[in-house]
Nanobody, 123 residues
Framework: QVQLVESGGGLVQAGGSLRLSCAAS????????MGWFRQAPGKEREFVTA????????DYADSVKGRFTISRDNAKNTVYLQMNSLKPEDTAVYYC????????????????WGQGTQVTVSS
């Protein structure tokens, strides 16, 4: 069983930045693809970005390319999401997810999920 705990969400003005963190309890964190997904009110959960267990490849949704950066520190069992140039449409609950030894960006294939952290971008 892997526990994921997100942090770093909050309220920010449009154009601002936030960095989300996701701490994992897994002993073999370095064997997991890590993904970030988000869900806005009334909408389905959507893929934001993912990073493989080795750090490459990474992938991003078109809506966040050039603004968001995913990274990981396997020594700290933590994955990060740096969000710059935030827009009101980025407002959502952001979830961290883990998939064992498989590269995927499909939410339904991830094994473990965090509880989510709220990101609100005001205009």
């Amino acid at each position: 069983q892997v526990q994921l705990v997100e942090s770093g969400g909050g309220l920010v003005q449009a154009g601002g930045s936030l960095r989300l963190s996701c701490a994992a309890s897994a002993r073999t964190f370095s064997h997991y693809t890590m993904g970030w997904f988000r869900q806005a009110p009334g909408k389905e959960r959507e893929f934001v970005t993912a990073i493989s267990w080795s750090g490459a490849p990474t992938d991003y949704a078109d809506s966040v390319k050039g603004r968001f950066t995913i990274s990981r520190d396997n020594a700290k069992n933590t994955v990060y999401l740096q969000m710059n140039s935030l827009k009101p449409e980025d407002t959502a609950v952001y979830y961290c997810a883990a998939k064992y030894l498989m590269w995927t960006t499909t939410a339904g294939l991830y094994d473990y999920w965090g509880q989510g952290t709220q990101v609100t971008v005001s205009s």
